[in-house]
């Protein structure tokens, strides 16, 4: 896990600025946001778990041997979450965390079938985010919006669930905006979910599964084809091919890109290895998030900073890459204004001081 928060190589100056710039985060996993005071407090009220109840612990327990090991981790947080009130808490304090980055509006990915598969009631689980969604604007004044995935691995029983937990009427949360597919790819072919994203993009919901993460530009392909992809979770491997760069530019699907996370996971060797420079210079529209930043010992700020190392940005630059994120959210245009003006406003007084 990284140590720093703030990547040191970014100027002093960069990162007061990125501190306030207003955001919007697309790529955020629900259980990856457990910050080390949550994952221990509930591994504290659950002592048959082998996550640390020490904080200082999980720095070790949150290093990663390959993408595999990572995801057996992961699964080791989400058996902590075992009522209602765990899901609100979690989601509350997740708000707490973003707000206090300035990201005024987030998409939060939700497994909701590893909780209901874990025995929570589904009703109860959709009035616990409900009610810390609502709780999170009106205290914080961050708002927040879901994408409920389906786990690949566990398989079409799992997308049959999730897809009835999204499409229901009577389950259905008002703050579900989207649709994913996360999870190890290998042996997990996008296609084969097609029918189940078919019958989410009927009931309105966006499609935005992760592809090329851990695997090559033809699962980026599927995702485009099969599942009606508007933005890519990721999407690291498109890097590869030319022809997939171009079609995602020329459709202006927008790239979730997780810089730390592809490290932390090991899908890409180091930073500077990373293709984030190419997509940009083939003309893809880049957004920065943070994916599951306490397992990754990052948050959105220092992912900004890190892109603005990458890419070479200056505060224009990254007000630029915070107005992408504005703009390939699932925000109405009304919403959209109001922070890009935000964006603005802030970067104008910035530079005038
Ligand atoms: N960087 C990431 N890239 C991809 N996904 C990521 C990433 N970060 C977080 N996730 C999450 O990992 C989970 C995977 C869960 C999973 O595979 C699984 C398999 C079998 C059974 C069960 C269960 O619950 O019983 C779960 C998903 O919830 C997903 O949202
Ligand atoms: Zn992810």
């Given at each position: 896990?990284?140590?720093?928060?703030?990547?040191?190589?970014?100027?002093r100056?960069l990162t007061?600025?990125?501190?306030?710039?207003?955001k919007?985060e697309l790529?955020v996993?629900?259980?990856?946001s457990a910050?080390?005071r949550?994952v221990?407090e509930?591994?504290?009220?659950?002592p048959?778990?082998?996550?640390p109840?020490?904080p200082?612990?999980?720095?070790?327990?949150?290093?990663f041997?390959?993408f595999?090991?990572?995801i057996d981790?992961?699964?080791?947080?989400v058996?902590l979450i075992?009522?209602?009130?765990?899901v609100?808490?979690l989601?509350y304090?997740?708000?707490r965390d973003l707000?206090?980055q300035q990201?005024?509006?987030?998409?939060?990915?939700?497994t909701?079938?590893?909780?209901?598969?874990?025995?929570?009631?589904?009703?109860?689980?959709?009035?616990?985010i409900?009610?810390?969604r609502k709780?999170?604007?009106s205290e914080f004044?961050t708002?927040?919006?879901?994408c409920f995935d389906?786990?690949?691995?566990?398989g079409l029983?799992?997308?049959e669930?999730?897809t009835?937990l999204?499409?229901?009427?009577?389950?259905?949360p008002?703050?579900?905006?989207?649709f994913?597919?996360?999870?190890?790819?290998?042996g997990?072919?996008?296609?084969q979910f097609?029918?189940?994203?078919d019958?989410?993009?009927?009931?309105?919901?966006?499609?935005v599964?992760?592809a090329?993460?851990?695997?090559?530009?033809?699962?980026?392909w599927?995702a485009?084809t099969?599942?009606?992809?508007?933005?890519i979770g990721?999407g690291?491997?498109?890097?590869?091919?030319?022809?997939?760069?171009?079609?995602?530019?020329e459709?202006r699907i927008?790239l979730?890109?997780?810089p730390t996370?592809?490290?932390?996971?090991r899908?890409?060797r180091?930073?500077?290895e990373h293709?984030i420079?190419e997509?940009?210079?083939?003309?893809v529209?880049?957004t920065?998030?943070s994916d599951?930043?306490?397992?990754f010992g990052?948050?959105l700020d220092?992912?900004?900073?890190v892109a603005?190392?990458?890419?070479?940005?200056d505060?224009?630059?990254?007000?630029?890459?915070?107005k992408?994120?504005?703009?390939?959210?699932?925000l109405?245009?009304a919403?959209?204004?109001?922070?890009a003006?935000?964006?603005?406003?802030?970067?104008?007084?910035?530079?005038?001081r």
């Amino acid at each position: 896990m990284t140590q720093h928060l703030v990547d040191p190589r970014a100027s002093r100056d960069l990162t007061a600025f990125i501190a306030e710039l207003p955001k919007a985060e697309l790529h955020v996993h629900h259980v990856g946001s457990a910050s080390p005071r949550i994952v221990s407090e509930l591994a504290a009220r659950h002592p048959d778990s082998k996550v640390p109840t020490d904080p200082e612990a999980l720095v070790d327990y949150f290093t990663f041997t390959d993408f595999a090991h990572f995801i057996d981790v992961y699964l080791s947080v989400v058996d902590l979450i075992r009522t209602p009130e765990d899901v609100r808490l979690l989601t509350y304090e997740v708000a707490r965390d973003l707000a206090r980055q300035q990201v005024r509006y987030a998409e939060l990915t939700i497994t909701p079938f590893s909780s209901t598969r874990r025995g929570i009631d589904e009703r109860a689980f959709m009035d616990a985010i409900e009610d810390a969604r609502k709780a999170a604007e009106s205290e914080f004044g961050t708002v927040l919006r879901w994408c409920f995935d389906i786990p690949g691995e566990a398989g079409l029983e799992a997308a049959e669930e999730t897809t009835r937990l999204a499409t229901d009427d009577r389950l259905r949360p008002e703050g579900l905006v989207s649709f994913g597919l996360g999870g190890p790819e290998v042996g997990v072919e996008r296609p084969q979910f097609k029918p189940y994203f078919d019958r989410a993009i009927a009931a309105g919901l966006h499609s935005v599964p992760h592809a090329g993460e851990t695997t090559g530009p033809q699962t980026v392909w599927d995702a485009l084809t099969h599942l009606r992809a508007e933005r890519i979770g990721h999407g690291t491997s498109s890097a590869q091919d030319p022809k997939l760069l171009a079609h995602l530019a020329e459709h202006r699907i927008p790239l979730e890109v997780c810089p730390t996370s592809n490290i932390a996971t090991r899908a890409v060797r180091t930073l500077d290895e990373h293709p984030i420079k190419e997509f940009v210079r083939a003309g893809v529209i880049v957004t920065v998030n943070s994916d599951d930043p306490p397992m990754f010992g990052t948050d959105l700020d220092n992912e900004y900073a890190v892109a603005a190392r990458l890419l070479e940005l200056d505060e224009r630059g990254l007000a630029e890459l915070a107005k992408n994120a504005v703009e390939a959210s699932f925000l109405d245009a009304a919403g959209k204004a109001r922070i890009a003006g935000e964006i603005d406003t802030y970067t104008a007084q910035w530079l005038g001081r």
